[in-house]
């Protein structure tokens, strides 16, 4: 038999690599995919593309959002990394003032832009605030907005020709059943349903597409809601959110502990290799990455 010679530098390089298996750095795509008012109902529906996707990865039921659990200021929290008397973000604000480029508190799309020049980054919200006043606008972020399904076809088509560093994707319509229902009702699980369809149509894209094993998945819920159709509010029905994250360097079937919803542009930082900034006031929790308990 043919004896094959490894350079020693070579073979100390191979066991080095095998000895530091780090998730840093491991992921060349982040998706932070948000269902606006899903709280932690998917367990409580049929949701067969979530928990699919969820339960070959690492999830949690237990996840605290900001208070108040108001879109603004929970999207703001999951985007920059801080709580809202940080970000100090609200509906109306993000709805009006582009968000301070200068900021401390910079969103997880700033971080990466200010890292890659050239990275591709976009955002597809049915709710408009969020390109509006959450995500900085001068980073080139490639943007779009309207219906859940018009936001899930362009997305599918945005994917056809683009492999984005970073897409954030904001779904509006299971927060609208929830107002008009109540939420944990029929009305608002149904609608859970609806969107997990979306969210398998945009898991699969990135199948096909080859790059799964590239890409951070993560899936959560800005807040829940009241039965009576409300929220705002400090009960765990509208604290309490899903999150769960699928990649290669995450064993099946964890349990994410002690995760708040701030803590999820420091997940997708880690993922791509970058430093959180020292103002993030989230950190990475136990039960996603092995080398982080
Ligand atoms: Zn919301």
Not at 83 to 94: G, M, S, V
Not at 98 to 107: I, V
Request: charged share 15%; hydrophobic share 40%; aromatic share 8%.
């Amino acid at each position: 038999m043919k004896k094959i010679l490894i350079p020693a530098f070579a073979a100390l390089a191979i066991l080095a690599t095998s000895c530091t298996k780090t998730s840093k750095g491991a992921y060349k795509h982040v998706v932070i995919l948000g269902v606006d008012g899903a709280g932690a109902w998917f367990s409580e529906t049929t949701s067969p593309n979530t928990f699919a996707i969820s339960s070959e990865g690492t999830s949690a039921y237990d996840v605290v959002t900001s208070f108040p659990t108001i879109s603004g200021q929970c999207w703001g929290s999951m985007l920059h990394g801080v709580l809202p008397e940080d970000h100090k973000l609200t509906n109306e604000i993000a709805s009006t003032v582009p968000y301070d480029t200068e900021s401390p508190y910079p969103s997880i799309f700033r971080v990466v832009r200010e890292a890659d020049p050239d990275a591709p980054l976009a955002s597809f919200s049915h709710w408009g605030p969020i390109n509006i006043g959450i995500i900085e606008n001068n980073l080139g972020v490639v943007e779009g907005t309207g219906s859940d399904p018009v936001v899930r076809d362009q997305i599918l088509s945005y994917l056809e020709g683009n492999d984005p560093t970073l897409l954030f994707i904001q779904f509006d319509s299971v927060d609208g059943a929830g107002h008009a229902n109540g939420y944990g009702t029929p009305g608002h699980l149904a609608q859970i349903t609806t969107v997990d369809g979306m969210i398998g149509e945009i898991y699969d894209a990135y199948r096909r597409k080859g790059i799964l094993d590239d890409t951070l998945f993560i899936i959560t819920a800005d807040h829940g809601g009241t039965p009576d159709g409300s929220h705002g509010g400090d009960t765990p029905a509208e604290r309490i959110v899903f999150l769960g994250i699928h990649g290669r360097t995450i064993a099946p079937g964890g349990t994410i502990s002690g995760a708040e919803i701030r803590d999820i542009p420091a997940i997708a930082a880690y993922a791509l290799g970058l430093e959180a900034p020292q103002t993030w006031t989230g950190t990475i929790p136990a039960g996603i990455f092995p080398e982080i308990r």
